[in-house]
């Protein structure tokens, strides 16, 4: 028996379960945009947050 065939369809298998697992990643990131900020509003709060020097 070949196992060169065995191992290429192991590789098949395990790449199209790592895409799979990076397809569904993406999903369930982009489900909560609400979390999160833009740079404007990080910037903001950075503003709000200083002392007032003047």
Do not use: F
């Not at 790449?15 to 740079?39: D, F, K, R, W, Y």
Request: proline content about 6%; charged content about 10%; glycine content about 6%.
């Amino acid at each position: 028996m070949d196992w060169s065939s065995v191992i290429d369809a192991g590789l098949v298998v395990t790449g199209v379960i790592a895409v799979l697992a990076m397809g569904l990643s993406t999903l369930s990131v982009s489900e909560s945009p609400a979390q999160i900020q833009s740079p404007q509003q990080v910037h903001q709060m950075d503003i709000e947050s200083l002392p007032n020097a003047a």
